[in-house]
């Protein structure tokens, strides 16, 4: 099966750093690019960028640059967004998806189940 | 950035309705553009790519269509667990975007 597997819920102070992971099966990993998508509580999705970890190659939303970092290690099929310094407004879901890529066409086919950070002093 | 607007924002239907959902892109896309489907506390999940591709395994009362800037998802004969919140995003130049979101919701 096919699959994206994120690692749990994190609760960190402002200020505090983070990193957490995606972990992939089913296929290979280091020849689909991962996305990283971001939502807070009952709001809508947001594109923060995406990464191919075959030679980790990245690609920032502007809105993000700068406020994450995006790496993976293709050894262990695990992708990886991380933060320097949190903020109360990094609060929110993160999820991770497959890039599908078709007829020259792109979409997020597979999803992870999402991993919720909570930025709280 | 492009930006994709949806409408409705939400709206009421009953089981076996037609539903359609509009989303509009504020420059032409092409067929660039998706469809997920969200169910609370689930992550979203693909249905239609490249503005009408059905996603292996999607139900086919499922339909995507336009091109350009103006595109709709229809659901046919809705079911009752087609009940979620729809979102289109652009992928015809990064970063790519999303709708704000239209939840269906049971009348």
């Known amino acids: 099966e096919v699959q994206l597997v994120q690692s749990g819920a994190e609760v960190r102070k402002p200020g505090e750093s983070l990193k957490i992971s995606c972990k992939g099966s089913g296929y290979r990993f280091d020849t689909y690019w991962i996305g990283w998508v971001r939502q807070v509580p009952g709001k809508g999705l947001e594109w923060m960028g995406i990464i191919y970890p075959g030679d980790s190659d990245t690609r920032y939303s502007p809105s993000f640059q700068g406020q994450v970092t995006f790496s993976a290690d293709e050894s262990i099929n695990t992708a990886y967004l991380q933060w320097s310094g949190l903020k109360a407004s990094d609060t929110a879901i993160y999820y991770c998806?497959?890039?599908?890529?078709?007829?020259?066409?792109?979409?997020?086919?597979?999803w992870g189940q999402g991993t919720m950070v909570t930025v709280s002093s | 950035d492009i930006q994709m607007t949806q409408s409705p924002s939400s709206l009421s239907a009953s089981v076996g309705d037609r539903v359609t959902i509009t989303c509009r892109a504020s420059q032409s896309i092409s067929d660039y553009l998706n469809w997920y489907q969200q169910k609370p506390g689930k992550a979203p999940k693909l249905l239609i790519y490249?503005?009408?591709g059905l996603l292996g395994g999607v139900p086919s009362r499922f339909s995507g269509s336009g091109s350009g800037t103006d595109f709709t998802l229809t659901i046919t004969s809705l079911q009752p667990e087609d009940f979620a919140t729809y979102y289109c995003q652009q992928s015809y130049s990064t970063p790519w975007t999303f709708g704000q979101g239209t939840k269906v919701e049971i009348k």
């Open positions: 490249g503005a009408s």
């Open positions: 998806a497959r890039r599908f890529y078709y007829d020259n066409r792109d979409s997020f086919d597979i």
